[in-house]
């Protein structure tokens, strides 16, 4: 399934919720003389649909031939957009479509020696022993989007603030893009890093993951406040914590044709959120 897809169907969903709120602006009634006809209804009561942006921090959970680690990533920029039902009796549920930008990934392992031995085979022609500090890399650019089924308990309101708890299941789509590994050596004299330099730093090998893509389960939990600011509009801020499962799993070649396995397990977002939501009256 392509990337298009989880968009094609984050509109449908979208359009599928205008469509129930227009089947809702009228209803058949039966008139005084018996006969049936339509009569104009109260239109949409309890609908509504919702955007926000937000920010903040977020990590990876990666395992490489040679590291196992959580990686933060960079600060998530997101946007999402929903459209619900609020019930007025303390409950409200939605269908939102997320997106994520900005999640740079970058790790770095060092190892002693530079030798072979510790080299874990991905460099078989460097010397048993190479002085000089070395380290190994893995950077990329992720991007990600969700469709999540949410559902809240709102409490009771003080001074025109609703607090609010959310939670929410759905499916992700991730994709690491620019995907690269490097070896480098950083050396003093010009005897380190064997064959790859000396003074400054060198890098002894590199290769190119090809861009990886997959789907997983996601949830997130919600926690927050709406102020009304007119009759119709609130404006909504918060915390929301997405979690994302296992992704894919990819490897590369570098350029002494050794090949690097590289597994993407869980993704954590942790953000702040502002933004409206307008009920349809």
Not at 28 to 53: C, K, N, S
Not at 115 to 124: A, R, T, V, Y
Not at 248 to 276: P, Q
Request: aromatic share 12%; charged share 15%; with cysteine.
């Amino acid at each position: 399934m392509k990337f298009s897809s989880i968009k094609s169907t984050g509109l449908a969903l979208l359009l599928g919720a205008a469509t129930v709120f227009s089947q809702g602006a009228f209803a058949a009634d039966m008139l005084d003389d018996g006969t049936q006809g339509e009569t104009f209804v109260e239109f949409g009561t309890g609908w509504y649909i919702r955007g926000d942006i937000g920010g903040g921090l977020s990590s990876v959970e990666v395992t490489t031939n040679f590291t196992n680690e959580n990686a933060d990533l960079g600060t998530p920029v997101s946007v999402s957009v929903a459209a619900g039902y609020d019930g007025g009796n303390g409950f409200r549920y939605e269908a939102a479509l997320n997106q994520f930008t900005n999640l740079d990934f970058g790790s770095r392992t060092s190892y002693p020696d530079c030798g072979e031995e510790d080299h874990d085979g991905l460099n078989s022609t460097a010397p048993l022993a190479v002085s000089g500090e070395c380290y190994r890399t893995n950077t990329a650019n992720i991007t990600a989007s969700s469709i999540m089924a949410n559902a809240y308990v709102q409490m009771n309101s003080y001074g025109g603030f609703t607090p609010y708890l959310g939670v929410g299941v759905g499916v992700a789509y991730v994709s690491w893009n620019e995907f690269e590994w490097h070896d480098i050596c950083t050396g003093t004299q010009d005897t380190d890093c064997g064959s790859a330099g000396g003074v400054g730093v060198n890098e002894r090998a590199m290769g190119e993951y090809e861009e990886a893509q997959g789907f997983s389960l996601s949830g997130n939990l919600m926690v927050g406040a709406s102020y009304a600011l007119t009759q119709n509009t609130l404006l909504d801020f918060g915390y929301r914590f997405t979690y994302i499962g296992e992704t894919f799993a990819a490897k590369l070649s570098d350029n002494e044709f050794n090949e690097n396995d590289l597994e993407v397990g869980s993704t954590n977002l942790h953000e702040f959120r502002v933004g409206l939501r307008y009920m349809i009256w």
